[in-house]
């Protein structure tokens, strides 16, 4: 069975334009192609991986995913569910871990935000407490809980968002560019926890969109390389490398099929992550 299909879909965007331009020349509707019929199929279990540089269009795909934007034409399935008509059969079956700081409260400790969000799931009282403090567990900031989200580092916040997005334990995962702004190490460590607890032991089909080459390699099953907002080839890492030739790597992969060059991200210059580092002990807690 199929966790997600998606069938030509398009994402437009019209661009705002200002009162002159309007009065000016109001037939005139500058639109932004961000999607251009986009065919995939993800199966369950799977953790899948969009490829792509800036502005490729991932996170507008994941979105419309999420239900969180809609597609201009075209239609997609989640968990069996039409992403339009039965989007709150979709939400439900989902989890969406993204790096947007934005979407929790500062002022809110980590645990007060787990349990807001648990709220909206329908966790209330000593059920949504049991989750989160079990959710924290998981993710090993138990130990932070009660501070501020403000006084978190870029690993801290990050796990917090893993954790939120697993409270309805949901059968699949959206996570975007789920170790962005992470140093190496902690980038490490993430990528660690969601191959051995989310994909191993709790056997989620993840949907994931990065940039690293890495990533892509070490975590995904399967990879669609997305650039200016059209597939260009789909299939596992090794199937891709082989399609080139012995010893192409992916990076010569999407060097091939876009014709440019997928930049690695440099490590951030602080490495405040040392001493909160993902660490998995098996089982539901970490720390190695
Ligand atoms: N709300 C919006 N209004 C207008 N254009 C948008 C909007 N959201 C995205 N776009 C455009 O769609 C294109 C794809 O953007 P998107 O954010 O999906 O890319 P991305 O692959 O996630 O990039 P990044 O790696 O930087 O996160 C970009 O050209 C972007 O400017
Ligand atoms: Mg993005």
């Known amino acids: ?43 369950e279990g799977e953790v899948f991986g969009l490829l792509g540089p800036n502005g490729a269009g991932k996170t507008t795909l994941i979105k419309i995913l999420c239900t969180l934007s809609f597609p201009s034409t075209g239609a997609a399935m989640v968990n069996g569910y039409d992403v339009l008509k039965e989007s709150r059969r979709v939400r439900e079956s989902i989890g969406y871990v993204t790096t947007d700081e934005r979407s929790f409260y500062w002022r809110l400790t980590g645990r007060q935000n787990l349990e807001f969000f648990a709220n909206l799931h329908n966790y209330y009282s000593k059920k949504a407490q049991n ?39 949901p059968k699949v995962l959206f996570m975007d560019e789920p170790t962005r702004s992470l140093d190496p190490r902690a980038a490490q460590d993430a990528r660690d926890f969601i191959h051995d607890y989310i994909v191993s032991e709790q056997e989620k089909t993840i949907f994931l969109s990065t940039h690293n080459l890495n990533e892509a390699e070490q975590l995904c099953n399967r990879i669609a390389i997305l650039d200016e907002g059209k597939i260009k080839v789909s299939g596992t890492p090794q ?33 405040f992550m040392k001493e909160m580092r993902f660490r998995h002990r098996g089982g539901m807690g970490m720390g190695r």
């Open 239 to 271: 199937e891709l490398k082989s399609s080139l030739g012995d010893n192409s790597t992916l990076g010569d992969v999407f060097a091939f099929y876009s014709g440019k060059k997928l930049e690695e991200e440099r490590p951030p210059k602080s490495s």
């Open 131 to 169: 989750r989160v403090s079990e959710l924290l567990s998981i993710v090993n900031l138990e130990k932070r809980a009660d501070d501020p989200f403000l006084s978190y580092s870029a690993g801290m916040k990050q796990r917090l968002a893993i954790a939120r997005g697993l409270i309805n334990d």
């Open 1 to 43: 069975m199929h966790s997600i299909e998606v069938h030509n879909l398009t994402k437009k965007f019209s661009l705002h334009r200002g009162l002159f331009d309007f009065v000016a020349d109001p037939l005139n509707k500058d639109e932004i192609t961000s999607l251009e019929m986009i065919n995939l199929q993800v199966r």
